[in-house]
């Protein structure tokens, strides 16, 4: 004590000014918001982010890899792995890439059942993206009601599929089977719910003052930035792009139905969250027409080269055996040649390049996933926002890890 | 005017304080029951209802659980400070519940039912829940975490961002009844009508106030499980852990006991008066609100939270304060404070009513 009293309070140095040091900050692979294994190193200062590195490959499976070893009829079971959110998508741009290097013709029915399927899990994919990003924004109820609506979603997977995931339902030429009978009074009943649903969410949260306050202005992405960053899906249109594959690329008929494509103004978190409200009524639009014009018919390619025979032919005839066991063992052997489609899933533009040497498997498949492209963008737009913005830009972008590690 | 009131022997004062820890401990333990029960039915899904009938062993299920688990102090932790912040926290939560009136005196078998009676209440009140907040930064300080610091921060601004609309909005019930002891509040609301009544606004500002130092939804951000992963509590476990939960339910059981003790007569009631009945079911009224509120708004930012609390509490506060200095100094009459608060309550409700909603429906993007 004394010795502090002798110091002489003029000897004392003091600071020329007063300073503030950054912050580093880890977040993830496991933490609450990354929704999966992402890892940010965040540099902070207070709780303002001046720098945003994401580190990524937590969630690598080698799919890609894998698919080299396998036919092409086996591959069809690791794409929905990837993301597992709106698997149907995988499932259908790997499909739409092989037809397109055999040259297979998929009946109208199938071509139906798979905008049907398609569009039912992007809904799914757009509830989780709502609940979570909800929840991330401190709102818990909204999380669980959109859950709700995922499992009636999920139970009509299980119908048709027999699986609420990874469905492996979609063929080379096809599907695998036809719809059961009871699938489609189902989906109507649940057609007839979803929109007044739909309208309780956006009422839930689109018209919170406090969910405005959180949301707009956050996390803006220009138009001009956006495409520069290869940015896609639903965040880019919240940006104003008016860039959607299933209208820039028709496939699966899609140029057939009559829907619209909702765009953003200012490319914020608030228009990236409502983007995809308006996007789930529009997918309950196409499912509509897409009941309405469900003929009866084959469900697969005719061409024995690529479907197998089907089971009570074996009985009878010899011929058929054999286009059995070479499907089985073998499988078919498309042309050389490389092949790419371009496809919507609920994240953006979705693709498969698949090279063929003119082998039974492919000689290489790259994925074009959405959610490792669009997650370019995080840097960007978490520069000068803050922790808990951080946190709702992630959601907001909507990735998936699994689709980007692969 | 004023009121007298007997005073206890010390041993009863010893009882009735025991009886309030012990009575505030089961109430937490049933809040957290009754808390996810109700979350559960607002979130249609059924919440705990497997140990015991409706789920009514699940807290005794919790807390052993809670006490078992492996205690860890971390490496990087100031250890004293790691173990002292959670304590430091339910000692000074527990202490602000002693100063309620829950019925006139002598109701409690010959006894009054409080333990003490202040004549500086709402000041020891003050005292005692601002001190609570040490537990919350200092475990956020000691944790040795970035999660937990930033946590802690949070902790602290939003302090000095709803303490002044806090202290502020009491002062209106003071003044006019000129006394800052609990009974004494009480009493005059008997005699002259509910607080709310005279005082709107600053009930306005008090209840949300109360809510930001509960630290509940919308304003939990030192919490924070989506950003901070847990904030200040991030680093704790086991009974450490429990201990901060028995914190927060403490804090929000004594909001929701103090908001009606202040402004909506406390005990009393204009019909049917029964002593503890009315001001049980006016807690539990809060508590529903305060539920109902965590299930249904979003998380406020840190300097969203600033500006609402300099922004609006405030000023409202003080410039209710000012009205009710101004009739009190030049002794006009009390009703016309009765006029200006119902004024400000149309004002509020117009306003709720005719600000436009964010997005229309069907609207642009």
């Known amino acids: ?406 | 005017m004023t009121w007298s009131y007997p005073v206890d022997p010390y041993w009863m004062v010893a009882l009735k304080a025991l009886l309030v820890v012990v009575g505030l401990l089961t109430a937490f333990a049933f809040m957290t029951l009754i808390e996810r029960r109700l979350l559960a039915r607002f979130q249609v899904r059924m919440g705990p209802n497997r140990v015991g009938p409706f789920g009514l062993f699940q807290p005794i299920a919790d807390a052993i659980k809670s006490i078992f688990k492996e205690d860890l102090v971390v490496e990087r932790a100031d250890k004293v400070l790691f173990v002292l912040a959670p304590l430091l926290g339910v000692v000074f939560a527990l202490l602000a519940f002693g100063a309620i009136p829950f019925g006139p005196p002598g109701s409690f078998f010959g006894y009054s039912p409080w333990v003490v009676n202040l004549d500086l209440g709402l000041l020891y009140l003050f005292a005692v829940s601002e001190m609570a907040i040490y537990g919350i930064f200092l475990a956020g300080w000691a944790s040795g975490s970035k999660y937990s610091l930033l946590g802690s921060l949070r902790s602290s601004a939003s302090l000095i961002s709803y303490e002044l609309g806090l202290g502020l909005a009491l002062l209106a019930p003071v003044l006019l009844v000129g006394s800052l002891n609990l009974n004494d509040l009480v009493n005059w609301q008997k005699e002259n009508g509910w607080l709310l009544l005279y005082a709107f606004p600053a009930f306005l500002v008090y209840a949300i106030a109360a809510l930001a130092e509960a630290a509940r939804t919308p304003f939990d951000l030192p919490e924070a499980e989506q950003e901070l992963v847990g904030g200040y509590h991030t680093e704790y476990s086991s009974i450490k852990w429990a201990l901060f939960q028995m914190t927060e339910y403490i804090h929000f059981i004594t909001a929701s006991a103090l908001i009606p003790t202040l402004f909506l007569g406390g005990w009393t009631m204009p019909v049917l008066e029964v002593p503890y009945l009315w001001m049980f079911l006016k807690i539990a009224f809060f508590l529903f609100l305060f539920i109902w509120i965590r299930a249904t708004w979003f998380r406020l930012r840190y300097d969203q939270l600033l500006r609402f609390g300099w922004g609006f509490l405030f000023p409202v506060a003080l410039l209710w304060f000012l009205v009710t200095a101004f009739v009190v100094a030049l002794d006009l009459p009390r009703t016309y404070l009765l006029y200006l608060s119902a004024l400000s309550f149309l004002a509020l409700m117009g306003a709720v009513l005719y600000t436009p909603k964010p997005v229309r429906k069907g609207g642009g993007a």
């Open chain 1, 1 to 406: 004590m004394k010795e502090y009293l002798d110091l002489d309070p003029q000897g004392v140095e003091e600071p020329k000014e007063l300073r503030t040091e950054v912050m580093t900050l880890n977040v993830g692979p496991q933490h609450p918001s990354t929704h999966g294994v992402l890892r940010l190193v965040v540099t902070l200062s207070g709780e303002e982010v001046l720098d945003l590195v994401p580190h990524i490959g937590y969630l690598h499976t080698g799919f890609e890899k894998n698919m080299e070893n396998r036919t092409y009829t086996q591959v069809i079971t690791y794409t929905p792995r990837m993301d597992y959110l709106h698997s149907f998508a995988h499932d259908l741009a790997y499909a739409l890439a092989v037809e397109k290097l055999v040259g297979a013709v998929v009946p109208p029915r199938a071509e139906t059942i798979r905008v049907i399927l398609n569009e039912l899990s992007r809904l799914a994919s757009h509830l989780v993206f709502l609940g979570t990003g909800l929840l991330d924004l401190g709102a818990l109820t909204p999380f669980f009601y959109a859950f709700r609506e995922r499992e009636t979603i999920l139970d009509l997977f299980e119908w048709v599929t027999g699986q609420r995931f990874h469905h492996n339902y979609i063929r080379i030429g096809g599907v695998k089977e036809d719809l059961p009978e009871e699938f489609v009074p189902e989906l109507r009943k649940f057609l007839e719910v979803m929109p007044h649903r739909i309208d309780e969410y956006e009422a839930l949260f689109a018209e919170s003052p406090i969910f405005y306050e959180r949301a707009r202005g956050v996390g803006v992405i220009p138009p001009e930035v956006a495409i520069n960053l290869g940015l896609t899906g639903g965040s880019l249109r919240a940006s104003g792009v008016n860039y959607d594959v299933r209208k820039a690329y028709p496939y699966s008929g899609y140029e057939t139905y009559t829907f619209d494509v909702p765009l953003g103004e200012r490319g914020d978190v608030f228009d990236r969250m409502l983007i995809r409200i308006r996007e789930m009524r529009e997918s309950v639009k196409i499912i509509r027409q897409a009941l309405e014009r469900l003929e009866p018919g084959p469900v697969r390619d005719p061409n024995p080269q690529i479907t197998p025979p089907p089971r009570p032919l074996l009985e009878t005839s010899m011929e058929a055996v054999i286009y059995h066991f070479k499907h089985y063992t073998e499988g078919f052997h498309p042309p050389k040649g490389e092949v790419y489609v371009p496809t919507e899933s609920a994240r953006g533009e979705l693709g498969y390049y698949v090279v063929s040497d003119g082998g039974s498997m492919p000689y290489r498949v790259k994925v074009r996933a959405p959610s490792f492209v669009n997650l370019q963008s995080l840097p960007y737009a978490c520069k000068g926002e803050q922790v808990p913005d951080m946190v709702a830009i992630i959601a907001s972008l909507d990735p998936v890890m699994g689709d980007v590690d692969r």
